[in-house]
């Protein structure tokens, strides 16, 4: 799978600076993860703990994913 998921980013990249690449958003991944985590580093404030792909959801677009807004409203 890491395999076709990095071939995958590679052909939605718009931009790659060497540390960050930024892609189109169109492929849904579901995430399991095992808590959040208050982090400066990230835009949204917080990170994942323990987060890791269980499955590319080919049955959603982007317009269906959850937002940082709902992963923030769930937090406990």
Do not use: C, N
């Amino acid at each position: 799978m890491l395999t076709w998921q990095t071939e995958r980013l590679g052909e939605l990249s718009t931009g790659d600076d060497g540390h960050v690449v930024t892609v189109r958003p169109e492929l849904v991944v579901e995430i399991a993860y095992d808590g959040l985590q208050d982090s400066t580093r990230y835009p949204a404030g917080v990170t994942l703990r323990f987060a890791r792909v269980l499955r590319h959801r080919e049955d959603k677009g982007p317009q269906g994913a959850d937002t940082i807004d709902t992963v923030l409203s769930r937090r406990t």
